[in-house]
Every structure is written in structure tokens, then in C-alpha cells.
């Protein structure tokens, strides 16, 4: 199955780049009213497409041998908000689990390609893993936003497919590697108000706050 192929291609990417290590993060595709999502409890990194279980929108599982994360009630709650995303990544990235653990947000005006491709990425609150409360907060952060940070957890981003959400992932982990660097040697320069309309009329972007 092509769409289980890409999942499992997608997952040991994550892995092979430090964006997830031993049981964590999770997956997931939406193909009209199913969701093919990875397994839990099975190292990203290794698993194959005979791991991958098929769900509906309400997480019931439809095919597979394994069960599907314990973290997919916040990919159905996601789907359901958002009907222009087709793919979700839960990971661990380092960097941005530091901010996350820190419960600091990324700013909109960092650096151009982050202002343009994800926007302002806040930290949400704590909520309890595996829980509908915070299948619902990330939801809601997500309503019309691309990337959260979840205090003490990690980071979630969407896409319309696999490719634009694992891109949206990768530049989060390197804007908040990059944001420590820059706290380190002296602080962070912010891109000028002035300079910021650039992107609000040429890209669509919504200023928060």
C-alpha cells in the first residue's frame, strides 16, 4: 500500500534525524474517511508497513495487526477541525522539546523561511498525554496555526501531505536550534515591524497579539 509506504518512510526519517527515539512520536494519513497512522509501542525507527494500522475518523480500527498510537485521538481531533490536512506528525525533536520543557514559544519574526512556513508556534499548556483534553487543546491550537510546541511533551505539525508536514517538523527543530545559538552568542534579533508587512501582504501572514 503505497500511502503505508510513505508512513514508514516518513517515520524512519524522523529517527534517523533525532526527532524521535525508542517508543515515541507517532504518524498519521488521512485517505477520505480512513486514517493510517503508525502502531503503538513499536520503535519508529524500525518498523515496516505491516506495523501500519488503519482507523476511522472516531479511531476505531478498521485493519492492522497492532493497535494505533496512544497518542491518536489527537490526530481524529485535528482531522476533524481541519479539513485541508491530510497528514500529522508527533515528535521529539531536541531542540524543540528544550523550548518545550523551557515553555517558551517561537515568534513570528525570526527568520523569513519560519515566518513564512509556520508563523508564530506557541507553547500549549500541559495537559495529560493519551488524554481527550489534550487531543482537544492541541485541536483548538491548531484551528489555524501549522506547528504547536505541548509543554513537557513535544511538537506537533500538519500538512496536506506527509511531505509538507515532515518540512514543517525539520524547520521547527532547526528555528529553535538555531533561536539557542542566537541566545547564547548574545541574544536574538528580531526582524523589524516595518519589514514584517512584507510577509503580511505578500504571504498571507496573520500577526498574533
Known sequence: METATKLVEIAKRLYSKNMNAALGGNVSIRRGDEIVIT????????????????????????????????????????YK??????????AHPRFAVGFALAHREIPDDVLPETTILLGHVPCLPYVTPSTIELACEVAEGL???????????????????????????????????????????????????????????????????
Open 39 to 78: 502502531p503503538a509501542g513499536i520503535n519508529k525507527g524500525f518498523m515496516t508497513e505491516g506495523d501500519v494500522v488503519v482507523v476511522d475518523i472516531e479511531g476505531n480500527k478498521l485493519r492492522g495487526n497492532g493497535n494505533p498510537s496512544s497518542e491518536g485521538k489527537m490526530h481524529y481531533e485535528i
Open 81 to 90: 477541525g481541519r479539513p485541508d490536512v491530510n497528514a500529522i506528525i508527533h
Open 143 to 209: 484551528a489555524h496555526r501549522n506547528a504547536v510546541l505541548m509543554a513537557n511533551h513535544g511538537a506537533i505539525t500538519v500538512g496536506a501531505d506527509l511531505e509538507e508536514a515532515y518540512n514543517r517538523m525539520e524547520l521547527l527543530e532547526q528555528t529553535c536550534m538555531s533561536v539557542v545559538y542566537a541566545t547564547i552568542l548574545g541574544g536574538v534579533h528580531h526582524i523589524p515591524p516595518a519589514e514584517m508587512e512584507f510577509f503580511v501582504a505578500n504571504f498571507g501572514l496573520k500577526r498574533e497579539g
